[in-house]
């Protein structure tokens, strides 16, 4: 079975920079689009990120979109979001995720790591 495991949240002021990482264990996600969620006290899990198998393409949320980096090494099998700009809305606790079909990325992958807390303060 593989494993998923983020590290890298904590405590930022608003404008500062963060990067998570994702380690992947147990199989070789090489084959698998990879992407990062996020949850924010009182709401649902939202999309963030995601970058297809060879890294080729990536997505972004629009909040996030020219703040946020993702990208993955597949010899190393991680993943990482370089966070930049760090608001205090981008406060919740994220999550990596892989999905076999990346067409089901955002609605339904098939492992989610354990969540790493980010928080921003202003």
């Known amino acids: 079975q593989g494993q998923l495991v983020e590290s890298g949240g904590g405590l930022v002021q608003a404008g500062g920079s963060l990067r998570l990482s994702c380690a992947a264990s147990?199989?070789?996600?090489?084959?698998?689009?990879m992407g990062w969620f996020r949850q924010a006290p009182g709401k649902e899990r939202e999309f963030v990120a995601a970058i297809t198998w060879s890294g080729g393409r990536s997505y972004y949320a629009d909040s996030v979109k020219g703040r946020f980096t993702i990208s993955r090494d597949n010899a190393k099998n991680t993943m990482t979001l370089q966070m930049n700009s760090l608001q205090p809305e981008d406060t919740a606790i994220y999550y990596c995720?892989?999905?076999?079909?990346?067409?089901?990325?955002?609605?339904?992958?098939?492992?989610w790591g354990q969540g790493t807390q980010v928080t921003v303060s202003s």
């Open positions: 147990g199989r070789t996600f090489s084959s698998y689009a």
């Open positions: 995720a892989a999905a076999s079909n990346s067409a089901t990325m955002r609605k339904s992958p098939d492992y």
